[in-house]
């Protein structure tokens, strides 16, 4: 074995080897799992070690090497169980572009080409790759970039964008074959109420809007994708026969027949052209609404794309140019701790004010104990801070020593860093924190009088998607909690009008508000008020799906662990989590308060779920095409009510297809190979 690579240096080798690992499961995280660990800028310089060993030792060539393939999102790449996405191949290889980071790369990238080249310049936006293909003037397939040569196919998904055309218009059906490709976002807005939303109740948040879109994308459930929002911007058309010389022309062209297409745009005819719109928009990028990393370089006439070819994983005719990110050096003055409602306890840290992206930074995030360790983080380190996608403050490490101050030495001697030790007790309620197996966060055991959780699951419970309860805001939850009017969601229903009207700010018509918003309250359905509880990893979706099985409190009160687990969507965790809700005696007073209170804690006899049939039970159904009577949400629910399953795909495990006009043709063809029956719109009806 040794003899092989004789001509290698040992230590050469292993850094190969490793550069190669540590590439694949920066690929996994970034395309994959949409966290990633590594900046793109590191990324970059790795791959590049790499290529440059590979090449000073063709002896270590592989095809699995990643410099020879890009990173691939596809489904079935996560290991997860359950159905996926469609897979289909490119038409044309969709491939990665090379990045640069300095003008001389730039100037380096542009000497290779033809004399008389004319350059258009686009902004880079940061989201997930996408392939529209379309037929005769009809949206038939929308694929990710995957590994370059398949897809996904999210067509489902991507018909929630308004702004995509799904049939062009009539002059253009004569194309048999036309592809756009673009960039799937998630605009800032969008991103900030998501990961608040996240945030709580307290699942992981997205690091960026690139793996929020990411992420979003490839939800099985596309109701759920268009109340995200979603939107593209696409950057290149191919096909055959299709007008235009240049890519200019052809991006105008697409603008023309209706796809949206970005008017930050420029044909450049010199290195200074391009260096000025490099500089104009790292300034104005700031003030766009969605999330943008650099400018992308891409010969303009067609012609001289084709001559110039392909490496192994990029176009020789396009480049990348990536905006370097903004950072601060400050230091940490403080680490404090936050109580979220299911009584994580959050680190923060709190530093001495920086500016960064036009706002000023006085406090970012820390995670957990392990991510503190991780970076070897203490009060008094100078660190460094970025905005993470531009908008989520973040420290990303410290300089090497922490007692190198930008000011005097009396402020360095102040800012002299001090051992890190996390918190052993809540600093809210001085309960001993524990931490559970598997998990990275400390909790607060405390539920039953620990102030932040008790007042984080009253906004939730109040909140907009559980009992909605309007003028129950954060503020007035602290004012009412302090006065000792509040203490938990039953107390709610205790308020009194004259309690309210007294408080500073009140009056009678703010508190006849919140009395009647607390009133409808107690006819919010079933799986809304199991949803407002706020059992944890319990959320919206999972809590519908519970109602479903067990109509009532008291049946699901009972509720053995593998009848839980039966539940799709519902792990061994979950179960544990809604078993362990009611094995606590506070819990099952508030219930109790809660039911005497009239909340809704089974199915009303008028419920649509409580009514349904059986008829579906066990069976797998695809929905595709248009329909007369109903719309393809309210058949998606009829489905779950009378006991099947809703999929998006094809496979050898579904039923039927419900086939509308217009049925996509692969689903149909699809459907031949396996002999999946197809049922129409009132056949389905009359087996209801």
Same mark, same amino acid.
């Given at each position: 074995?040794?003899?092989?690579?004789?001509?290698?240096?040992?230590?050469?080798?292993?850094?190969?080897?490793?550069?190669?690992?540590?590439?694949?499961?920066?690929?996994?995280?970034?395309?994959?799992?949409?966290?990633?660990?590594?900046?793109?800028?590191?990324?970059?310089?790795?791959?590049?070690?790499?290529?440059?060993?590979?090449?000073?030792?063709?002896?270590?060539?592989?095809?699995?090497?990643?410099?020879?393939?890009?990173?691939?999102?596809?489904?079935?790449?996560?290991?997860?169980?359950?159905?996926?996405?469609?897979?289909?191949?490119?038409?044309?290889?969709?491939?990665?572009?090379?990045?640069?980071?300095?003008?001389?790369?730039?100037?380096?990238?542009?000497?290779?080409?033809?004399?008389?080249?004319?350059?258009?310049?686009?902004?880079?936006?940061?989201?997930?790759?996408?392939?529209?293909?379309?037929?005769?003037?009809?949206?038939?397939?929308?694929?990710?970039?995957?590994?370059?040569?398949?897809?996904?196919?999210?067509?489902?998904?991507?018909?929630?964008?308004?702004?995509?055309?799904?049939?062009?218009?009539?002059?253009?059906?004569?194309?048999?074959?036309?592809?756009?490709?673009?960039?799937?976002?998630?605009?800032?807005?969008?991103?900030?109420?998501?990961?608040?939303?996240?945030?709580?109740?307290?699942?992981?948040?997205?690091?960026?809007?690139?793996?929020?879109?990411?992420?979003?994308?490839?939800?099985?459930?596309?109701?759920? *994708?268009? %109340?995200? #929002?979603?939107? $593209?911007?696409?950057?290149?058309?191919?096909?055959? @026969? =299709?007008? &235009? /010389?240049?890519?200019?022309?052809?991006?105008?062209?697409?603008?023309?027949?209706?796809?949206?297409?970005?008017?930050?745009?420029?044909?450049?005819?010199?290195?200074?052209?391009?260096?000025?719109?490099?500089?104009?928009?790292?300034?104005?990028?700031?003030?766009?609404?969605?999330?943008?990393?650099?400018?992308?370089?891409?010969?303009?006439?067609?012609?001289?794309?084709?001559?110039?070819?392909?490496?192994?994983?990029?176009?020789?005719?396009?480049?990348?140019?990536?905006?370097?990110?903004?950072?601060?050096?400050?230091?940490?003055?403080?680490?404090?701790?936050? *109580?979220? %409602?299911? #009584?994580?306890? $959050?680190?923060?840290?709190?530093?001495?004010?920086? @500016? =960064?992206? &036009? /706002?000023?930074?006085?406090?970012?995030?820390?995670?957990?104990?392990?991510?503190?360790?991780?970076?070897?983080?203490?009060?008094?380190?100078?660190?460094?801070?970025?905005?993470?996608?531009?908008?989520?403050?973040?420290?990303?490490?410290?300089?090497?020593?922490?007692?190198?101050?930008?000011?005097?030495?009396?402020?360095?001697?102040?800012?002299?860093?001090?051992?890190?030790?996390?918190?052993?007790?809540?600093?809210?309620?001085?309960?001993?924190?524990?931490?559970?197996?598997?998990?990275?966060?400390?909790?607060?055991?405390?539920?039953?009088?620990?102030?932040?959780?008790?007042?984080?699951?009253?906004?939730?419970?109040?909140?907009?998607?559980?009992?909605?309860?309007?003028?129950?805001?954060?503020?007035?939850?602290?004012?009412?909690?302090?006065?000792?009017?509040?203490?938990?969601?039953?107390?709610?229903?205790?308020?009194?009008?004259?309690?309210?009207?007294?408080?500073?700010?009140?009056?009678?018509?703010?508190?006849?508000?919140?009395?009647?918003?607390?009133?409808?309250?107690?006819q919010i359905p079933w799986a809304r008020v199991l949803f407002a509880l706020g059992i944890r990893m319990v959320g919206e979706t999972t809590a519908?799906?519970?109602?479903?099985?067990?109509?009532?409190?008291?049946?699901?009160?009972?509720?053995?662990?593998?009848?839980?687990?039966?539940?799709?969507?519902?792990?061994?965790?979950?179960?544990?989590?809604?078993?362990?809700?009611?094995?606590?005696?506070?819990?099952?007073?508030?219930?109790?308060?809660?039911?005497?209170?009239?909340?809704?804690?089974?199915?009303?006899?008028?419920?649509?779920?409580?009514?349904?049939?059986?008829?579906?039970?066990?069976?797998?159904?695809?929905?595709?095409?248009?329909?007369?009577?109903?719309?393809?949400?309210?058949?998606?629910?009829?489905?779950?009510?009378?006991?099947?399953?809703?999929?998006?795909?094809?496979?050898?495990?579904?039923?039927?297809?419900?086939?509308?006009?217009?049925?996509?043709?692969?689903?149909?063809?699809?459907?031949?190979?396996?002999?999946?029956?197809?049922?129409?719109?009132?056949?389905?009806?009359?087996?209801?």
């Amino acid at each position: 074995m040794m003899d092989l690579f004789s001509d290698i240096d040992q230590m050469e080798r292993d850094e190969i080897l490793a550069l190669r690992r540590e590439l694949d499961e920066a690929n996994r995280l970034y395309y994959v799992e949409n966290a990633p660990t590594m900046s793109d800028r590191d990324f970059d310089a790795k791959m590049r070690r790499l290529q440059d060993l590979e090449k000073a030792h063709p002896e270590m060539a592989s095809a699995q090497s990643p410099t020879q393939h890009v990173g691939s999102d596809l489904a079935d790449a996560a290991g997860s169980k359950g159905e996926h996405f469609v897979q289909l191949a490119h038409r044309y290889p969709m491939l990665s572009l090379g990045n640069t980071y300095s003008k001389e790369e730039i100037q380096d990238w542009v000497s290779k080409l033809p004399a008389d080249v004319e350059i258009v310049c686009e902004l880079k936006y940061d989201g997930l790759s996408i392939s529209l293909w379309y037929e005769h003037g009809r949206l038939t397939h929308a694929l990710t970039r995957g590994d370059g040569v398949r897809g996904d196919d999210v067509l489902r998904n991507i018909q929630t964008i308004s702004a995509i055309p799904q049939q062009l218009d009539a002059s253009l059906s004569q194309i048999p074959f036309l592809e756009l490709r673009g960039e799937v976002l998630l605009p800032w807005r969008n991103f900030e109420r998501l990961n608040q939303e996240r945030e709580a109740n307290e699942e992981p948040l997205f690091a960026n809007p690139r793996n929020a879109a990411s992420g979003t994308l490839k939800l099985l459930d596309s109701d759920e *994708v268009r %109340r995200r #929002g979603l939107i $593209t911007y696409l950057y290149y058309m191919l096909g055959e @026969q =299709l007008p &235009g /010389t240049t890519h200019y022309e052809r991006l105008t062209l697409a603008r023309d027949w209706g796809f949206p297409v970005s008017d930050a745009i420029r044909v450049c005819h010199s290195l200074d052209e391009v260096m000025d719109f490099i500089a104009f928009w790292d300034v104005q990028r700031k003030t766009l609404p969605v999330a943008t990393d650099g400018i992308v370089l891409k010969v303009n006439r067609l012609s001289q794309q084709q001559q110039l070819g392909y490496t192994a994983k990029t176009p020789r005719w396009a480049i990348a140019y990536k905006f370097p990110a903004e950072k601060q050096l400050t230091t940490l003055r403080k680490i404090t701790y936050q *109580v979220g %409602r299911t #009584g994580v306890v $959050t680190p923060v840290a709190n530093l001495d004010p920086v @500016q =960064l992206s &036009g /706002t000023m930074v006085q406090r970012a995030t820390l995670h957990n104990e392990d991510f503190i360790r991780q970076l070897s983080i203490q009060e008094g380190d100078r660190v460094w801070v970025e905005k993470g996608g531009e908008i989520i403050p973040k420290i990303t490490g410290k300089e090497s020593s922490s007692l190198t101050c930008s000011s005097n030495a009396a402020s360095c001697s102040e800012a002299s860093s001090k051992p890190f030790h996390f918190i052993t007790t809540c600093p809210e309620c001085g309960t001993p924190l524990v931490r559970v197996d598997g998990e990275a966060a400390w909790r607060c055991p405390n539920t039953s009088t620990c102030p932040p959780q008790l007042k984080g699951r009253i906004e939730h419970f109040v909140s907009r998607k559980a009992m909605n309860i309007d003028g129950l805001g954060q503020e007035t939850i602290d004012l009412l909690f302090e006065q000792g009017l509040l203490h938990d969601i039953a107390d709610i229903y205790s308020l009194r009008k004259e309690d309210i009207a007294r408080q500073e700010g009140f009056g009678d018509k703010s508190a006849e508000k919140i009395l009647a918003g607390i009133e409808a309250s107690k006819q919010i359905p079933w799986a809304r008020v199991l949803f407002a509880l706020g059992i944890r990893m319990v959320g919206e979706t999972t809590a519908k799906k519970i109602a479903r099985r067990f109509t009532s409190i008291e049946t699901l009160q009972w509720a053995t662990l593998e009848q839980l687990t039966a539940i799709d969507d519902v792990g061994e965790q979950i179960a544990q989590n809604i078993i362990d809700y009611f094995l606590d005696e506070h819990n099952l007073s508030l219930v109790l308060r809660l039911r005497q209170a009239g909340l809704q804690f089974q199915e009303s006899p008028s419920s649509p779920s409580a009514t349904a049939s059986q008829t579906l039970s066990g069976k797998t159904i695809v929905i595709s095409g248009t329909f007369l009577h109903h719309s393809r949400d309210e058949y998606k629910d009829l489905i779950e009510i009378h006991g099947g399953r809703n999929s998006s795909s094809v496979s050898a495990k579904t039923s039927f297809i419900l086939a509308g006009d217009n049925m996509g043709p692969e689903k149909r063809k699809k459907a031949e190979s396996l002999g999946v029956p197809l049922v129409s719109e009132d056949e389905f009806l009359q087996m209801l």
